[in-house]
């Protein structure tokens, strides 16, 4: 028995994309399995936060502060992150939060924030290693490295919509930094917790609904993702028993 990586063309949100990877998923459930040891990585094209340091800096606080939803959702049909998920996408908060701190008030240039950032491993819930010098060199993407593995296409695609709003958001004119340091201030003793991700906080699943979608459509497929049935579990890689995606 081998392992192997499947990779994608770059995807455009269109109908006839998610029907070719509706297609893959069906082909390679047919051959194989995803395994609890499997990530589903997803890179986004560093210019939809336009390569602006002020935006890059909102993403790391965003992200700080909603990371214990961010990992659940990307859990995809399972209550838990995969085996090792710590070792190759290792929670971020304190990091990014220390990060932001140091430089909300610089004038610090996007690549010299990149540089910085790339001190850290690539093996983070989200890389920074994949920015290039150039904005346009191939290649040049954000990575999300806390999904788990899935054959599922509509995980795959509710995975892609939630991770493209979340870094919109991050250039957003509207961006609350009021609602995000309330919700800090809330929940700062529980970041980096593994076991505290797997929980449901619905209250800040909803608020974070409310920032980055403007549509109940996303905000539905979102929470169904999110909440599992309201199974909560602390054994690794265990299925959700009804998962309606």
């Given at each position: 028995?081998?392992?192997?990586?499947?990779?994608?063309?770059?995807?455009?949100?269109?109908?006839?994309?998610?029907?070719?990877?509706?297609?893959?998923?069906?082909?390679?459930?047919?051959?194989?399995?995803?395994?609890?040891?499997?990530?589903?990585?997803?890179?986004?094209?560093?210019?939809?936060?336009?390569?602006?340091s002020?935006?890059?800096?909102?993403?790391?606080?965003l992200?700080?502060?909603?990371?214990?939803?961010?990992?659940?959702?990307?859990?995809?049909?399972?209550?838990?992150?995969?085996?090792?998920?710590?070792?190759?996408?290792?929670?971020?908060?304190?990091?990014?939060?220390n990060?932001?701190?140091?430089?909300?008030?610089?004038?610090?240039?996007?690549?010299e924030?990149?540089?910085?950032?790339?001190?850290?491993?690539?093996?983070?819930?989200?890389?920074?290693?994949?920015?290039?010098?150039?904005?346009?060199?191939?290649?040049?993407?954000?990575?999300?490295?806390?999904?788990?593995?899935?054959?599922?296409?509509?995980?795959?695609?509710?995975?892609?919509?939630?991770?493209?709003?979340?870094?919109?958001?991050?250039?957003?004119?509207?961006?609350?930094?009021?609602?995000?340091?309330?919700?800090?201030?809330?929940?700062?003793?529980?970041?980096n917790l593994?076991?505290?991700?797997?929980?449901?906080?619905?209250?800040?699943?909803?608020?974070?609904?409310?920032?980055?979608?403007?549509?109940?459509?996303?905000?539905?497929?979102?929470?169904?993702?999110?909440?599992?049935?309201?199974?909560?579990?602390?054994?690794?890689?265990?299925?959700a028993?009804?998962?309606?995606?």
């Open positions: 028995k081998r392992g192997g990586e499947v990779t994608s063309n770059i995807l455009y949100d269109t109908k006839e994309t998610y029907e070719e990877l509706n297609t893959v998923c069906s082909i390679i459930k047919k051959q194989a399995k995803s395994l609890n040891n499997a990530g589903g990585h997803i890179h986004i094209g560093s210019q939809i936060i336009n390569r602006d002020k935006n890059l800096l909102n993403l790391l606080k992200w700080a502060v909603y990371e214990n939803i961010i990992f659940r959702f990307s859990y995809g049909e399972y209550l838990t992150g995969r085996r090792s998920i710590d070792h190759y996408a290792k929670a971020m908060h304190d990091e990014f939060i990060i932001y701190e140091k430089y909300k008030e610089s004038d610090i240039s996007f690549l924030l990149i540089k910085v950032l790339k001190a850290n491993t690539k093996y983070q819930a989200l890389n920074f290693n994949n920015v290039k010098q150039e904005e346009f060199d191939y290649g040049n993407t954000l990575e999300v490295r806390c999904p788990n593995a899935t054959l599922n296409s509509v995980i795959w695609q509710n995975n892609i919509n939630f991770f493209t709003k979340l870094f919109t958001y991050a250039k957003s004119l509207d961006f609350d930094y009021d609602k995000l340091d309330r919700r800090y201030n809330i929940n700062k003793d529980n970041y593994y076991s505290m991700y797997n929980e449901i906080y619905l209250r800040q699943a909803l608020e974070l609904c409310d920032l980055i979608f403007n549509n109940n459509l996303d905000k539905v497929y979102f929470l169904r993702q999110y909440i599992k049935s309201f199974e909560v579990g602390d054994k690794p890689f265990v299925r028993k009804v998962m309606t995606v």
